[in-house]
């Protein structure tokens, strides 16, 4: 088995780049020849989009149905709240974002109302300010997983939480492997990369986004038939 991914992580091809064509993407992984090689010194070939800006919008489901149908999809979910305090501190860590945590979430529907007009107005229209500042939109989960599992069978996703993955990266590991197809094998270190030291979220304004995630959480749950128990994680 020879497993490639892509040179470099979020290339969004299948939102933002996909009129740069098939082609343009495939160019960044093995060719033909190269995967024919491998495949008879190793018996198999994968190759993997590590990309997180794919789950919003509908048309990416679509892009990435009309380039190859049976793809399989790794979803990795994390507490929402957990997710929007960690993006927003990326954005402060990249001097793009002035606020603080409290009015960057209490404006954010402000700063995003012609962008989501014009999103709603072109399916194709994507802005960086979205992606930037939406640390609220990005944690409605179900939203985005209802919109491509309308294109996909649900058998082609496997759902994982990013806190199991963290705590049992072993079994998080094989549960993949099964996914996949892959043989049984273990990797040489599990190492967390990309570890975010800042300050701990006031808890006033984590209950503030307790609330607010609740009731999407609650339709997430339902529809996948799985609780994620973020309620009770601090």
């Not at 020879?2 to 993407?25: A, Q, R, T």
């Not at 590590?50 to 892009?63: G, I, K, P, S």
């Not at 990013?162 to 599990?190: C, R, S, V, W």
């Not at 701990?200 to 609330?211: A, G, I, S, W, Y």
Request: hydrophobic letters at 35%; proline letters at 4%.
């Amino acid at each position: 088995l020879c497993i490639s991914k892509s040179p470099y992580d979020n290339m969004g091809f299948f939102n933002e780049n996909f009129h740069l064509g098939v082609n343009w993407y495939r160019s960044f992984f093995p060719t033909t020849f190269t995967r024919n090689k491998i495949k008879s010194k190793f018996g198999n070939f994968l190759a993997f989009d590590v990309t997180t800006r794919y789950m919003e919008e509908e048309f990416t489901a679509n892009n990435v149905y009309q380039t190859k149908p049976n793809m399989k999809i790794i979803v990795i979910l994390r507490n929402p709240i957990d997710r929007a305090y960690s993006q927003y501190q990326s954005r402060v860590s990249a001097g793009t974002e002035p606020l603080s945590f409290d009015d960057a979430i209490k404006k954010e529907d402000m700063r995003l109302k012609n962008e989501l007009k014009k999103m709603e107005e072109d399916e194709n229209y994507i802005h960086n300010n979205f992606f930037r500042y939406s640390y609220l939109h990005h944690g409605i989960y179900v939203d985005g997983l209802r919109k491509w599992m309308e294109i996909f069978p649900k058998n082609q996703f496997l759902i994982l939480k990013a806190e199991e993955l963290y705590e049992k990266p072993t079994m998080i590991f094989e549960t993949t492997q099964k996914f996949l197809g892959l043989p049984k094998f273990h990797p040489a270190n599990d190492t967390h990369y990309n570890l975010g030291k800042y300050n701990e979220m006031n808890t006033t304004t984590r209950k503030f986004l307790h609330e607010f995630f609740k009731p999407h959480n609650e339709e997430l749950y339902k529809f996948l038939g799985r609780d994620f128990g973020w309620e009770i994680e601090n």
